[in-house]
């Protein structure tokens, strides 16, 4: 199973 | 005071169809620009960034910018009491806890007003960075939702890869695997129908079916619908709502084995 990334760690708080 | 006045209705109507199941609770902001909301899925896997232009209103009145904290689920509610060819225009008071959606019949021989109770949200605004996508695939919207609908019975993941031959979704489940190629077809009758492929590098990336048929349920609102890839980048799933905006949905993709 591939592990799922999150947006958080792509995109930063504004 | 705030006061949108909406004549195709519907079109509220089906966004709120195409993000209430993904999103629980989520901050509309109202500003001299336009009606927005961004907004994860509880488990920040998935964005979703609406945009509804101030231009498009035929009455658009907001004399301050406002963010109105509302349950997705029981504003679906109130909105699926709007008949598809009613006017749809949204109230609200400075500083006021509710928010009113009042529904006109096209003959204006009924006139509905719901009025909801706004909530507080604490959610964090992210910032998207203008990114040059590697793959930009536009291609029929219900041709993508078919896609996506049919591997869904087969694996929990699909793979995009974008190459000079086209589009390859594919899967792999107990059952089996499924690869489903598109190519690059602007030689239709109509432009909504073409497959357009614009390249600069080939990618693939794998993602979860789960998010991606959610995303489908955009599919009355577009008949296309625009997937933009880059390696290390969620996937970019929009649907243009039309002269109004877009509804943009991204998808962190999944680590590769």
Avoid: W
Wanted: glycine content about 6%; hydrophobic content about 40%.
């Amino acid at each position: 199973v591939n592990p799922q990334r999150q947006i958080t760690s792509f995109f930063s708080k504004a | 005071m705030l006061e949108l006045r909406l004549v195709q209705g519907s079109l509220l109507k089906k966004v709120l169809e195409s993000i209430k199941d993904l999103v629980n609770d989520a901050n509309f902001d109202c500003s001299s620009s336009g009606f927005s909301l961004q907004a994860m899925d509880s488990s920040h896997v998935a964005l979703v960034a609406l945009l509804l232009r101030s231009e498009g209103f035929e009455h658009y009145r907001c004399d301050r910018n406002m963010s109105m904290g509302m349950n997705l689920g029981n504003m679906s509610k109130m909105l699926r009491c709007a008949g598809n060819d009613d006017i749809i225009t949204i109230k609200a008071d400075d500083g006021s806890d509710t928010v009113t959606f009042m529904f006109e019949s096209p003959t204006q021989d009924k006139i509905s007003d719901f009025e909801m109770k706004l909530m507080d949200i604490d959610s964090e605004h992210l910032g998207i960075p203008e990114a040059e996508y590697q793959s930009i695939v536009t291609m029929p919207s219900a041709e993508f939702a078919r896609i996506c609908k049919d591997l869904s019975g087969i694996g929990d993941t699909v793979v995009i890869s974008v190459t000079k031959e086209g589009v390859k979704f594919s899967t792999r489940g107990d059952i089996g695997t499924a690869n489903i190629v598109c190519r690059q077809n602007t030689t239709v009758d109509k432009p909504e129908e073409a497959t357009v492929i614009n390249m600069s590098e080939p990618v693939s990336l794998t993602f979860a079916l789960r998010y991606m048929n959610s995303f489908t349920k955009a599919t009355t609102l577009s008949n296309t619908v625009t997937i933009s890839l880059s390696s290390e980048l969620p996937v970019v799933v929009e649907y243009k709502i039309a002269e109004m905006g877009y509804i943009r949905f991204y998808l962190a993709p999944k680590i590769e084995e």
